[in-house]
Structures are given as C-alpha cells and as structure tokens.
C-alpha cells in the first residue's frame, strides 16, 4: 500500500469511529452494588470460636504457600495440626456457613473429633502450584536429588515445603506451643508422610493414613503393571489446571461401554486431550517397573533415612485406592524402630478415608459398633495429644492396632504381622487350586491329564467387569457406591464361563489368617502376554440369622491383579511363550480375617477386571497403551492343579 493510500485509510477509519462514537447512546450510569473490597465482621459477642487466618507463607526459593489457621478463640500454648493437600484448603476449613470451628471443619481429611475437642490450632496448606498457592504442580513431586538423572534436581520438594512451613508457623502462631503435627488422608497422607524424611525440629508426629506410597506396585496408577485406567479422569482435573477447573465427562452412563468405546488408554487419553498434561505423558512413556517408578516409591526413599518422628501409619483393609502403600511403608520403616517407640500401625475395616467417618458397617457388612469414631476416640486422640500436649497423657498405644474381621473385635499387637497379643507368627501355609473346583490344603495328587488344568477363554471383547454393571464413574458423591466396591457379593462373576471359581468343604473350625496372602498361579496361554486376577473370598451359609442380606454372601477378603509380562523382572516387559506352564507369583493385600465355622473359602481366578485395569490385548505389543485394535485377541487360559504344577494361595494361618 502507497503512503497515500495508507493515510487515506487511516482518515477514513478515524472518521468513521468517530461518527459510530457520536451515534452511540448515552446511558446513565448505575452503580454497583458490590464494594472493592468486603470488610468481614469479627462476630464479637456472638459466640464465634475461633479466628480464621489466611497467609502466604514464602519457602526457600521464594514461592508463596497460601495457608489457612484457624486458632480456637481459647487457644493458648496449643499444639497445631498440619495438613498439606493438593484439594483446596479454602474448601478444607470452610464447609459450613457457622461460627463455630466443628461446622467450617465437617469434611474431608479432618478427624473432627480429634481436632476440636483437642483444641488444637488448625493449618491447612495449599501444596506448590495448587488452588491459592504459587509454584508449579508435579504430581507426588519426587524428593530432591543432586545426582544426575535425578528425577527432581530442584532444591524445592514436599519435604522442604513442609520444613519451611513448619518454621514459619512456630514463629508466627502466638497462641501455639512450638509442637506441630501432621496429617492427612491419600494424597494427603503422602504429604503427611515424606516429611519425615528430613523433618524440622518441631515436627514431633505424623499420621499418614492411607498414603500414597508407589503408584506402581499397588497404589494409584498401576497395580502390578496393569493400569488403573479409571483414573485417568483424576489425571485430567487433578493436573490440568491450578484450581482442577477442567472436568473429566463421561459419554456414557456405564463406564464399562465408556472405555471400551475407546479400545486402548492412550487412544482415549489422545481424544480427550490427555497428552496435554505433563504427568499423562510420564505414565505412557513408563509402563514398567522402571527407575521413575522405583526412586520415588516412598518406601524405599524412608527406608534410607533415619526415623525420628514417632508416626502412626494407619490402612484400611478394603481401600480401594491406596491398599499397598501403608503396608510397604511399615515393613520398610518396622526395622529402624529398634525401641519399638517410633513406628505405630492401626488397620481397620475402613474404605479409603473412611476411618474419619462413620464406619459401623461398609455395604453390607456390619461391625456391630462405629469402628471409625473409636479410631478417633480411643487411638488417635490420645496418640496426638502425647505429643503435642505440654502436659501430655501417657502413651498407651500399642505398636500395631488391627480390627480383625469376621469376628469383628480389635486386636493390639507387638508387630505386624503377628497372629495374637502374645507374639503368634502367622505360618505360611499353601491352600491348593484342585479338580472339580475344589479348594483345599491337601496337595493334589498325580492323575489323569484331562483333570491337570481347567482352562477358559479370555476374549478382550468382551472382558469380566469389576463389579456388576454398569459400572460407575469414580467419585464420592453419595449417589455413587465406588467406596464400596471391593466388598461387592462375588457371586456376579462366579458363575461366567470366563471366571474359574475353586471352593473349600464347610469349615468346621475357625480359619484365622494374618498379613500378606501370596499366590503361587501356575498358569498358560495361548497368546503372548496375559493379565491374572486372583480374588481370596469368604462365602457365608446360606442364610445368615438376623442379617438375611447376607446369605449366600461372596465377601472379598483380598484380591488383587498382575500383568504377565513382568513375571521375569518388574523393570522390563517380555511376551510369555505361548501354551507352556509357568508359575506367577504375587502378594495379594494385608487381610485380618477369621474365617467362621459354617463358611468356606474361596479362590476366584481371571484375566481381566474392567473397566479398572486396561484390557490386556494378549498379543505382546511394546507398550499396551497404545495397542491397536487388531492386537486384541482372544486367548484359552489354562490354570493348573497336577502334583507337579500345583497352583495355590499360601495363607498367613494363625494357629
């Protein structure tokens, strides 16, 4: 354009902005209503309990924390309660329109109990990067390490944070005696947990309950190498944005239909705009046991440390998110307690978090008394108060708590596992797969080859659902029941055709079993990889006197998943040779259970548990998540029970 047709444009544009200036209206202005700033009243006089306080708190690379106190209007040289998460700590300290601190702290991750009538000071932080806090997020961010490769070279981390948090609030919370403690649940829980690693001085006790710990081996992301593609929808609003603003939307009412519509993980994860984020990417790239797993597993991070904080790791026996890790921390932390004073243990009946709620029953079992307000009541407020109180109680909790299912009482223990009071050890003793679905402690004996093995066909077209359809999204709102699935009645699955199902005689005794079931599958297939679902269960009578729901009743004990291609090593995927026996070898979670007089016992065994685990497309591909269509492939599994290629379950029996 000439600089003569360029300033004629120019004129032209301006006249016309002005003549469109000129002819717009003039409106009278109205002003709002909203002020600049709101000016909160103090409710002096009206009965207000505590004062609420918001900071930022400034850690060593300069990043800002937002925190909330709350201190109790009586409060005077009280000891404070830490939480870090990653879930809001606005929506942590304000979940009621009240004065008073037991209505703005009703909700997730505070023991209400414990903290109110223990007039402690309570701090809630936004972790690095979420909600109200600068920084960057990273999932579960790994320990600081200087060594190269490091999986977090920066000098910041969780452990960090919470030093510099805690030096801080000592300095600043008048109304505190200089002792804090720290606490949470899941995420939670893993922030409660890492800090001990390399603690501040006035960190006097931790209680992570049901702690991430390895994402890997059995907690969020994976369990045994099967992927927990149901998460993948936490994924996307947890790390998608600072304030979890993106929502995860399902296309269809059954989940099951949801994820298969989709065929692989990554397929679904490419469509809904998955590879966007970070932590998505570092999950496809690492479907094995490798060295990004491994060096930030918790476990084996504490287990190079000292311990120094008296901690109290608390499991739930039916988690159904985080079942592996409080257990793998104790028995990594369990020899460093030489004066048995450091490490404590409470394992109840409880879903993921549920011992802060009411826990008188989970689904349709019972316990005949609220076992989550005595957590509360008799464990955890006198075990916080010990430490935190100038004048503290005694402590009276014993090294390992366990509530003991089936007979519903509560057990303490010197250790874990431990079958009684007196130091009982659990003895290792195999219960066999037999022919003609039969279960028993006898070994099989030497017979005709048709009745070595039963066999069934796996068709990832058509995999076995993890609970009766449809299944439900993930979540906690109270129309979904994902709290409850792992106590779900197995009688769903034990009669499908691609279910195996071996059952005991009626037991004429009580059958108690301590720790770690492990199984011991010896297995084939005719494809070249395959996934082994193992399911320990407790089948009722047929009728149950006063509790009719439960007759006939399939209650999981314990059951987990493991994918065939890490049956060699952890760290690195192989295809299995087809049709040739080969012994699988896994633990399955902690249990304390009696069995009763009147039940039998169960052993289920699949290849799939959809939609929670991906498909296995039983052709061995570099990487599942990324299998194409034509990879899935029906597979004849054969599990077998001869002398020589015995499967079993090897239980803890107490005796």
Not at 240 to 264: E, I, Q
Not at 528 to 547: F, M, Q
Request: proline fraction near 7%; glycine fraction near 8%.
């Amino acid at each position: 354009m000439s600089q003569r047709n360029f300033l004629f444009a120019a004129a032209f544009s301006l006249a016309a902005l002005h003549s469109h200036a000129q002819a717009a209206p003039q409106y009278p202005s109205y002003p709002s209503e909203t002020p600049t700033t709101l000016r909160q009243p103090t409710y002096a006089g009206e009965g207000m309990d505590y004062e609420r306080r918001e900071v930022m708190i400034a850690m060593r690379d300069g990043v800002k924390l937002h925190t909330v106190i709350l201190v109790p209007k009586a409060a005077k040289h009280e000891g404070m309660l830490l939480t870090r998460t990653p879930y809001s700590a606005t929506a942590t300290t304000t979940n009621a329109m009240s004065i008073h601190l037991a209505s703005a702290l009703y909700g997730y991750d505070n023991a209400l109990e414990t903290i109110v009538d223990g007039s402690y000071i309570r701090v809630v932080q936004d972790i690095r990067g979420k909600y109200g806090s600068e920084g960057d997020y990273v999932m579960n961010r790994p320990n600081h390490s200087s060594k190269p490769g490091a999986l977090n070279p920066t000098p910041v981390d969780e452990t960090t944070d919470t030093y510099d948090t805690i030096d801080w609030l000592v300095k600043n919370v008048p109304e505190s005696n200089g002792k804090v403690g720290i606490l949470g649940i899941s995420y939670d829980g893993f922030t409660a947990l890492i800090p001990i690693s390399h603690p501040h001085p006035a960190l006097k006790v931790a209680v992570p309950m049901n702690p991430m710990v390895d994402g890997w081996r059995g907690d969020d992301w994976f369990h045994n190498g099967a992927f927990r593609e149901q998460n993948m929808g936490y994924i996307y609003e947890q790390a998608g944005s600072r304030g979890n603003d993106y929502h995860w939307l399902n296309t269809y009412f059954d989940d099951y239909d949801f994820y298969m519509n989709a065929g692989s993980a990554g397929e679904l994860g490419k469509r809904r705009g998955l590879e966007q984020i970070g932590f998505w990417k570092k999950v496809t790239e690492h479907p094995a046991y490798d060295s990004f797993w491994s060096e930030q597993a918790v476990d084996r991070v504490l287990a190079a440390e000292p311990l120094t904080v008296p901690t109290m790791l608390v499991q739930s026996l039916w988690d159904q998110e985080d079942i592996y890790g409080a257990i793998a921390t104790y028995k990594a932390l369990e020899p460093k307690d030489t004066h048995n004073d450091k490490l404590f243990l409470v394992i109840g009946p409880w879903h993921h978090g549920q011992e802060i709620e009411d826990a008188s029953s989970l689904g349709a079992v019972k316990f005949h008394s609220d076992t989550g307000l005595y957590f509360r009541e008799q464990i955890l407020a006198p075990f916080l108060a010990h430490y935190l109180k100038d004048d503290p109680p005694p402590l009276k909790t014993a090294p390992v708590t366990a509530y003991e299912t089936g007979t519903n009482t509560w057990e303490r223990l010197d250790s874990w596992p431990s079958g009684c009071s007196h130091g009982c050890e659990p003895r290792a003793t195999p219960m066999y797969l037999q022919a003609g679905a039969k279960l028993g402690f006898k070994v099989p004996a030497g017979g005709e080859e048709s009745s070595a093995f039963d066999e069934f066909v796996s068709d990832p077209a058509k995999p076995v659902p993890y609970r009766a359809r449809p299944s439900q999204p993930m979540g906690y709102t109270p129309n979904l029941s994902w709290v409850r699935w792992l106590v779900d009645d197995q009688r769903e699955f034990s009669g499908r055709t691609d279910v195996l199902s071996y059952t005991s005689d009626v037991l004429t005794a009580p059958l108690k079993i301590s720790g770690e079931p492990v199984t011991n599958l010896v297995a084939s297939t005719t494809g070249s990889d395959a996934d082994w679902v193992v399911k320990l269960i407790d089948v009722y009578p047929d009728e149950v006197g006063g509790d009719v729901e439960m007759g006939g009743y399939q209650l999981a004990v314990s059951m987990d998943i493991f994918r065939g291609r890490y049956r060699e090593s952890l760290a690195e995927a192989k295809a299995i040779t087809p049709d040739k026996p080969l012994t699988y070898k896994f633990a399955l979670p902690t249990v304390n259970h009696v069995f009763l007089p009147g039940h039998k016992v169960m052993v289920q065994v699949q290849s799939s548990w959809f939609p929670l685990y991906d498909r296995n497309p039983q052709t061995f591909v570099p990487n599942i998540f990324f299998a194409k269509p034509g990879d899935y492939k029906k597979a004849t599994e054969r599990v077998y029970h001869s002398a020589g290629e015995a499967s079993f379950v090897e239980l803890p029996v107490v005796k």
